[in-house]
């Protein structure tokens, strides 16, 4: 694969990624958390990783009105636990854990 191929997949791979967070609507709320910069690389590493950019590309072209990540999607349990997050009373996560400063930790 040449490196022109490796960085169009990567730039397309994390453009699925943002798109499908924005759809659902959790893009915002993995900035909120104490470890952001990890969990959006570890998503983003397994969005890379993933066989169906087609698919996805498709499913976030024709779905309207998601209330979740569609079954094939590597980060789905992600996206999840974002919305639960964004659910919560505040001043905890999804996993009853204290909210400090502002901010969660996933």
Not at 8 to 31: P, Q, T, W
Request: glycine share 6%; charged share 25%.
């Amino acid at each position: 694969m040449r490196f022109s191929s490796i960085l169009a997949r990567i730039s397309k791979h994390a453009d699925l990624f943002e798109a499908m967070a924005n759809k659902l609507g959790v893009r915002e709320r993995i900035f909120e958390l104490n470890d952001a910069a990890a969990v959006y690389r570890r998503a983003n590493m397994r969005c890379l990783s993933c066989g169906h950019a087609e698919v996805c590309s498709q499913w976030l072209e024709s779905e309207t009105d998601a209330e979740e990540a569609p079954d094939f999607c590597r980060n789905k349990t992600l996206f999840a636990r974002l919305e639960r997050l964004s659910h919560t009373r505040v001043g905890t996560d999804c996993h009853g854990s204290v909210q400090y400063g502002g901010r969660q930790a996933l």
